[in-house]
Every structure is written in structure tokens, then in C-alpha cells.
């Protein structure tokens, strides 16, 4: 899908006091001098624009919320649903990066629990590695998550989620929990926060692919 260019975009993100950008420092090993308090953190890789982070951040004020997106265009939107906010949100911050840099902005452990929504399915096989699910990536989550943190992965592409399965199998990742069809299976689907698009998928009537893995 082609990005709309929005004037304007790449200076608000990085003049915004929420925003990091991945070309600074790293800033491993900082998240609790940056929160202010030493609550876990939770990840979401490729946020687009900011619905499902900023509806964690204000349902659990107990945990702090990262955002990774690679785009301005897409960030500013997510930017721009904090700011429009009357009561603030403490506990959100937002990184314009390439996810393959995680292992810069994050020390070993310090993340808590890594969200997947609807990831570039790159559905090229020469691209397999580009894919967010691939064992490739998933080293790099095994390196910045505690010893009990988990992935959740939701997409509504039915190669992208088969590929996923193998993919963590091959790591050496333990399968907790799986559905073909998240929003007819009563226990995955209590409590789970939609993005744009598992909203725009659900209502063309296409089935949301979820795993949640752990080592």
C-alpha cells in the first residue's frame, strides 16, 4: 500500500517530546529514567497509527507503552491521538525506527511483552526475511525480552500466519496459545483491543489469525 505523504510530518515527530528517534543514542537500558518509575514495558512492533497503544496506555496505567514505526507519515497520526487527548497519557513514547535496531534502544530483558499486529506479510520468498515473524527477528526479541515475556502476533493473512507457526517452531518457541478466527474464539478474544485495520478486516468479514508464543 502506497503512504500518503503528510506536509509537515517528519519535523513534528522529531520535534515532539513523546518521540525518539532510533538515529539518536542508544537508549538501552534508560526506559525507567525516561518513564520516571520502573513499571514493564510493553512493545508494539510497526504501531501504525497509534489506535491499539493508546488504548493500552489508558485501559493500564501500570505498565509503559513503546511504539515502534518506521514512517512519519504514519507516526504523526499517532502522535496527533495523544495530543488531541484532554487527560494526558504518562505512559506512552514513541520510536521512529527500523525494528532492526531494537537491540540499540533496549537492554537485555527490559522489555516485558512484544505486541505483532498486522505486519508487512512481504510476501516475496526472497523477502522471508524482512518479515517481522521470521527466526531473523525473532533473535532479536529473545535478546530484549524478560525470561517470562511473551509475543502476540495477530494478522489477517493466512500464509504470513502459517509461516509465523513454523517460523517460531524453528526458533525453538513454545506455542501458548493459537486461533484461526480470534473474534469467534471466546477465550482469546476476551479483552482484545482492535487496530485500524483488524477493524476494517472484521467488517469485509475476513478471519484474524492470532498466536502468542513464549520461549
Not at 533473535?139 to 502476533?153: M, S, T
Not at 509461516?163 to 478474544?189: I, P
Request: charged content about 30%; some cysteine; proline content about 5%.
Amino acid at each position: 500500500m502506497r503512504l500518503r505523504n503528510i506536509p509537515g510530518a517528519q519535523e513534528t515527530v522529531a520535534a515532539h517530546e513523546l518521540c525518539y528517534d532510533g538515529g539518536e543514542k542508544p537508549l538501552a537500558g534508560t526506559w525507567s529514567e525516561i518513564f520516571g518509575n520502573d513499571h514493564p514495558i510493553y512493545l508494539e512492533i510497526g504501531m501504525g497509527k497509534g489506535k491499539f497503544l493508546t488504548t493500552l496506555a489508558e485501559l493500564h496505567p501500570e505498565r509503559n507503552y513503546v511504539g515502534i514505526e518506521m514512517f512519519d507519515s504514519v507516526l504523526v497520526r499517532a502522535l496527533q491521538k495523544v495530543d488531541g487527548r484532554e487527560d494526558p497519557l504518562y505512559n506512552i513514547r514513541f520510536l521512529r525506527m527500523n525494528a532492526e535496531d531494537l537491540c540499540s534502544m533496549f537492554a537485555p530483558g527490559e522489555v516485558a511483552h512484544i505486541y505483532l499486529n498486522f505486519s508487512d506479510p512481504w510476501p516475496k520468498d526472497r523477502h522471508a526475511k524482512r518479515r517481522l515473524t521470521s527466526t531473523r527477528y525473532l533473535e532479536r526479541y529473545d535478546n530484549v525480552l524478560a525470561p517470562d515475556g511473551q509475543i502476540e502476533f495477530k494478522t489477517d493473512n493466512r500464509e504470513l500466519f502459517g509461516f509465523s507457526l513454523e517460523q517460531a517452531e524453528e526458533a525453538g518457541w513454545d506455542l501458548v496459545a493459537c486461533t484461526c478466527d480470534l473474534h469467534y474464539d471466546d477465550t482469546m478474544n476476551e479483552g482484545n483491543v482492535m487496530t485500524e485495520y483488524e477493524e476494517r478486516f472484521t467488517r469485509e468479514g475476513k478471519p484474524i489469525y492470532k498466536m502468542i508464543i513464549e520461549r
